[in-house]
């Protein structure tokens, strides 16, 4: 995470190419928004970025993974000038790292894990993040864990969590860490041995199952090399960390770490680890390699990737990996696109100093601004949405907030949106009754007056009418 960030400063000029919706962008910087966290302390600051948009560019969320405030947040189309907080525990700081069309949340919660203490040999229960959703509704549920999950190294490395999920929610994808053994501390005593491996949820029946995990990465793998992807009978691996997930759930894309400590773009298909580029090639020498940061709606993976050209200078290469299997270079860094292809997203973008991720059409893109604090720079979450992805909001505003009556030749038609209608007649008795989009015939009834009771979101509507 934080390498994408040593590139803002030289990408800050870049911007968006190709065809943009009819309409003026809007910028919202929420750094400046009030927080308050667990114990009631507030601060004047948000930190963070919003780390991913839903494919539809409903909904935004993120997380403050840099000053440990404990601050996760949620962002709604329909108040594009508000963000929702739904974490403040520093103690145990949660993260929400992608949400779907229909607004579920992956990311971590605070749990706890029983576990022996290596040292006294004291079963312990250890508080810490676990991989977590949160349903649309508002409530957490812990995702699966295998036994030998490390609480311990969970709580002190925050890298416990659910990083992405499939637009529909069926597939997330994440990493945490599992107990590998015991070694001995330089400091005396025992430390716990532990890895951080990527996994697969997938929905069946209505719940989470963890389905894969990849503890055995880097056997049986690909490297592209002359144009296709050759097989490697095995590839040094030590961290994979996730970035994104396609739509189909078949490709997880993020960072490999390699035994030597170098960074690689890559991901993982099929159970194989795929390497886009090698840090240990001897003539292609680099240890700040780079990652793959997303893949987009159509299937393209987008990165970076840096060589060595000399003692602490790097030659930056930018590229996407296209849907149909082609490495082809650029010469920005693109962070996202549309599912289209019309439209390609770079570091920066319309007052947005670090771009994460755009909507499918490209109306919503999402990330941080840069801020100044405590003597430094910081990002604060922000994003860009198009006033035209507001016209489907306002729309639907308009008809839920117009609940009326109208009546005419006999025919009563209530509008707007609501739950139930009761019609009555003068002596208080009700004649007849029904539920949205009902049309009341009141033919057969007297002439006279007669009130309407609607029962809406926000309380009951009297109007009157005669007949």
Not at 116 to 131: D, G, S
Not at 290 to 311: K, L, P, R, T
Not at 394 to 404: K, T
Request: glycine fraction near 14%.
């Amino acid at each position: 995470m934080k390498k994408q960030l040593l590139f803002t400063a030289a990408l800050s000029l870049l911007a968006a190419t190709g065809v943009q919706a009819q309409g003026e962008n809007h910028l919202e910087s929420f750094f400046n928004t009030t927080y308050t966290d667990i114990d009631g302390q507030s601060s004047p600051g948000v930190f963070g970025v919003f780390n991913k948009v839903s494919g539809n560019g409903k909904y935004a969320v993120g997380y403050d993974d840099q000053m440990n405030s404990g601050a996760v947040f949620l962002w709604n189309v329909e108040n594009p000038g508000e963000i929702t907080f739904i974490g403040n525990d520093y103690a145990c700081p949660g993260a929400a790292c992608d949400v779907t069309n229909d607004g579920l949340i992956v990311g971590a919660y605070k749990g706890s894990v029983e576990e022996e203490n290596i040292n006294t040999k004291e079963v312990e229960t250890v508080t810490c993040p676990v991989p977590a959703y949160r349903t649309p509704e508002g409530e957490w549920k812990h995702l699966p864990i295998p036994a030998d999950y490390s609480g311990s190294k969970a709580a002190g490395m925050m890298l416990s969590m659910a990083r992405a999920v499939t637009s529909d929610g069926k597939t997330i994808a994440g990493h945490f860490y599992v107990r590998t053994g015991v070694g001995e501390s330089p400091l005396g005593g025992l430390v716990e041995k532990a890895q951080m491996i990527p996994v697969l949820w997938q929905l069946e029946d209505g719940e989470y199952v963890l389905k894969d995990d990849f503890r055995k990465l880097g056997t049986n793998s690909l490297l592209y090399k002359d144009g296709e992807l050759q097989e490697v009978k095995e590839t040094e691996y030590s961290v994979f960390y996730i970035y994104g997930l396609s739509e189909d759930g078949k490709t997880i894309v993020g960072m490999n770490t390699s035994g030597t400590g170098g960074f690689n773009p890559a991901f993982i298909r099929d159970g194989k680890l795929v390497q886009l580029f090698d840090c240990t090639d001897p003539d292609n020498p680099s240890f700040d390699g780079g990652i793959c940061n997303n893949v987009d709606a159509a299937g393209n993976i987008y990165g970076y990737f840096n060589y060595e050209v000399g003692d602490d200078s790097y030659s930056s290469n930018y590229f996407v990996y296209t849907a149909d299997g082609k490495l082809e270079f650029t010469d920005t860094w693109y962070i996202c696109g549309t599912k289209d292809g019309q439209t390609k997203f770079t570091q920066s973008y319309e007052g947005l100093s670090n771009v994460m991720d755009c909507s499918d059409d490209g109306k919503v893109v999402v990330g941080g601004t840069m801020e100044s604090a405590m003597g430094g720079a910081v990002n604060g979450p922000g994003v860009v949405y198009n006033e035209s992805v507001l016209t489907g909001v306002e729309r639907v505003d308009a008809i839920r907030n117009n609940v009326g009556i109208d009546y005419r030749g006999g025919l009563l038609v209530v509008t707007g949106e609501y739950d139930r209608a009761d019609v009555y007649n003068a002596q208080g008795a009700l004649v007849a009754t029904g539920g949205q989009g009902k049309a009341f015939s009141m033919e057969g009834n007297p002439a006279g007056a007669y009130i309407v009771k609607v029962t809406t979101a926000d309380g009951v509507k009297s109007y009157k009418f005669a007949r």
